[in-house]
């Protein structure tokens, strides 16, 4: 009899023991979770979503973690009881329910991460009270809309770059990435492409293509894999966004620059014309970006896409003065919009090797004539010069 008391007694410290080390394992799980749902108490909903893992914040945005504090009354928490704890990993599961101030009892589960030597709150699920609704998830937009929201993040870094001031861009990003950099955090993420001065609005005359098919992953990102059909270098993407407020925001962003397929490096070395296509995509870009430049008598864009030789020759005010009358006279040089060049003669290399496009747009009421250099840098052709003038129609 005295053994198997002996024997039981063995067994209830053995469990004893272990429950002891479950709960000292796991300790770091309730105390952050303590600290996250203490600081939602305390008013200070953006300290606790800050202190949320990337995931968690890449997946909801601040208004949306708002929302659903102000949805729910876990914003009045007073304590919590864990009935499940369990690492595996780097992941923790705690399971059970907080109570409130108030008296209420709220069934909740999290799940965590180890990240940075801490564990964060990775995600929450509470269980749903009264009718409960199916939740639409958010649906991967049209094709055309797609397209135009690539090209709208990529002209924006393209800007950025140029300019060497990423404050535009910036704005422009979803409040989870801002929370975590900052403009001159960006800048130096792409300070390469500012050094080596590549010009990325040439995507303005090009419709980006998809290698992936746009999907939205478990953490509700939209995820755009792609490239645009640039000459003589391609410029592919990965593109992330999240929704927020009711729409997508850029979460992300990459962007690199490789040989297009059929395409030689050495063109200019070779002296080669480029396509007929590649010669008006080239034409429109370069008459565009002017045209908007006296439109707006502000030459910083124009100015960021021209050649890097012509630009350590040139200011900007130097750049708009042969453009003055245009100005003045608010001649609206957009005309060509949506309007092809027609080129007067062959494009040729003069005798430095620049690149020669003479040519016209037939707008009305007035024509609208060009000369443009190009030079070959870092495989982007270039402007080096330009001359345009105006004649009325006859």
């Known amino acids: 009899m005295k053994k198997g008391l002996i024997g039981l007694v063995v067994v209830l410290v053995v469990i004893g023991a272990i429950i002891l080390f479950v709960f000292l394992l796991t300790g770091g799980l309730t105390r952050s979770a303590d600290q996250f749902f203490t600081l939602v108490r305390e008013g200070k909903a953006k300290d606790a979503y800050l202190s949320g893992s990337r995931e968690f914040q890449a997946s909801a945005s601040e208004e949306d973690f708002a929302a659903f504090l102000k949805s729910s009354t876990i914003a009045d928490y ?13 992941i923790g599961e705690l399971e059970g329910s907080i109570k409130t101030r108030a008296g209420g009892i709220i069934p909740i ?37 797609l397209k135009a929201m690539t090209s709208r993040s990529v002209l924006l870094l393209a ?11 910036y704005n422009a990003t979803a409040k989870v990435w ?22 990325l609005t040439i995507i303005e005359a090009y419709s980006p293509e998809f290698s992936d098919k746009p999907a939205i992953d478990e953490s509700g990102r939209l995820i755009l894999k792609g490239y645009y059909p640039t000459q003589p270098s391609r410029l592919s993407f990965t593109i992330k ?12 962003i990459y962007v690199s620059l490789e040989e297009a397929p059929g395409s030689s490096s050495s063109a200019a070395s070779k002296k080669e014309i480029p396509s007929e296509d590649q010669l008006v995509a080239l034409t429109n870009r370069s008459m565009m970006l002017l045209a908007q430049a006296v439109s707006r008598d502000d030459f910083s864009d124009f100015y960021g896409s021209i050649a890097t030789q012509w630009q350590q020759q040139i200011t900007k005010d130097k750049l708009r003065e042969p453009l003055t009358n245009f100005i003045e006279k608010k001649i609206p040089l957009t005309i060509i919009e949506g309007v092809s060049p027609v080129f007067s003669e062959k494009p040729y290399f003069d005798k430095d090797g620049v690149l020669i496009v003479n040519g016209q747009y037939p707008t009305k009421p007035y024509l609208v004539e060009f000369r443009l250099d ?8 270039r402007l080096l010069g330009f001359n345009v003038t105006t004649r009325n129609q006859k």
């Open 159 to 169: 800007r950025a770059i140029n300019s060497k001031d990423f404050s535009e861009f």
């Open 78 to 90: 007073e304590s919590a009881s864990w009935t499940s704890r369990s690492i595996s990993g780097k």
């Open 109 to 145: 589960k999290l799940k965590l991460i180890k990240e940075d030597g801490k564990w964060k709150i990775h995600a929450i699920e509470k269980a749903a009270a009264g009718l409960v609704t199916a939740k639409t998830a958010p649906t991967v937009p049209a094709d055309d809309e």
């Open 178 to 199: 801002q929370s975590q950099t900052n403009p001159e955090d960006l800048k130096e993420t792409f300070i390469k492409y500012i050094e080596r001065n590549i010009d």
């Open 374 to 381: 190009f030079v070959n840098e870092e495989s982007q052709w």
């Open 241 to 252: 966004f999240i929704r927020q407020e009711s729409e997508w925001k850029l979460v992300g």
